[in-house]
C-alpha cells in the first residue's frame, strides 16, 4: 500500500502540491486522478477535462514539434487546434523549435513541449507529474507564471513534484 | 478516430513495415517453389494455401510494433486520460493496420499466383477471400499485438498466440479454393466478422491491463 486515508476536494482556482519522497506515491496518485489507475479504495469524482503530463512524453520522435502538438491538439474537440498549438509553443518559449523533430530535442525541450500539450488543451483540469524536470530556472518561473494564468481563469492544478515550485496559496499534501 | 489511423498508418508506412510485409509474403511465396521443385501441376493445386500461409505470417511480422511502443511511450495514457474509449483506439489501430498490410497484400498476390502459376479463375478466389479474411487478420494482430505489450520475448510470444486462433480463416480461405466455393467464402466471411467484432473489446482489455 503506497498510501491510504488521504482526501481533498479542488475547486475552480485551486492548486494542490503533492510533495514527497521518491517513491511515496506521487505519480500513482496523479495516475489515480487521472482515471488510468483504479484506487484500491475510494474513489474519484471529476467534473471537466482532464490534461495530463506524465512522465513519458507520448509525442511521435520523427515528426516536427508542431505537427505532433497539432495531432494532439485536434483531438480536443475544440476548435482552432493550430492557433492553440501555436499560442501554446509561444508560451513556452518554444516558437523557434516548431519545426524540429522530437527526437533531436532536449530533456527539458520536450519537458516544455509536454506543457505546450497540456497548455494547448485548454482543459479545466491539468494533472501535472513533476512538470519541473529538467527545466532550466526561466523555464520553472515560466511553468510558475502558467499555472497562475490557469488557476485565474478558473482552472485547477494538481502537482506532484519533489522540486520546490512556488504556488501562491496552494493546498499541500505530503506522502 | 480519422486522425488515429492516420497517424498509425503514417507510422507503418514511415517504419517500412509495409514495404516489409510485402517483400517478405512474397518471399515466402517464392521459397516454396523452390522447396516443392518445379512441379507445375503440384504448384497449382497447392498454390492458394500458399498464399493464404503467407499472408498470415506476413499479418504476424508487426505484431510488436502495433501497440507496444504507443504503451512505452505514454501515448495510451493520453488517450486514456482524455476519456477516450480504448476500444475505439484499439478498432481505430485495426483499420489502419489493414490499410496498411492487406492492399499492398493482395497487390502482390498477382504477383505470387503469376510465381504458382495460378489460374485466374483461382486468383480471383484468392482475392475475395483475402479481402473478407484479411480484416480479421488484422483484428487478431492488434489483439495480440496489446495482449504481448511489455513482455519479454514478445514477438514469439505473438506467434503461439495469433496463428492457432487464425486456423479457422486459414482452413475456409484454402478451403474455398479447394472445391469449398461459396460456401467456404461465406464461412470465412462470418468467422472474420466474428474476429473484428470481437478483438477491439479484448485489446481494449489488454491496453487496460499493461497500463495498471
Redesign the interface.
Known sequence: MLFEQRSFALAAGDALLVTGANGTGKSSLI?VA?????PVAGHVTVEG????L???????A?RAVAAALG??A???ARPAPDARVAAALDALDLAALADVPVRLLSTGQRRRVGLA?VVASEADIW?LDEPANGLDTAAVARLEALIAVQRARGGVVLVATHQPLALAGAQEIRL | MI?LIL?DMR?AY?SGGATLIVAFFLLVAILFPFAIGPDQKLLMRIGGGVIWAAALLAALLPVERLVAPDL????L??F?????SMAAVAAAKIVAHWLAFAPPLMAATIAAAGLLDLSGETLLTVEIGLVLGTPALAALAVATGALVAGLRGAGAIAGLVMLPLAIPLLIFGAGAIEGGGVGGLKLLAATSLLIVAGAPFVAAAAIRAG??
Not at chain 1, 477535462?49 to 495530463?52: D, F, K, T
Not at chain 1, 506524465?54 to 511521435?60: G, M, R, V
Not at chain 2, 512505452?72 to 501515448?75: E, L, M, Y
Request: proline share 0%; hydrophobic share 50%; net charge neutral.
Open positions: 495516475r487521472a482515471g488510468l489507475l483504479a477535462q482532464r490534461a495530463l506524465a512522465e513519458a512524453a507520448a509525442l511521435d520523427e495531432f494532439w485536434r483531438l480536443d500539450r494533472l | 486522425a497517424r507510422r514511415a512505452d511511450s505514454g501515448t495514457d493520453q486514456a486520460a482524455r476519456g477516450m497500463m495498471e
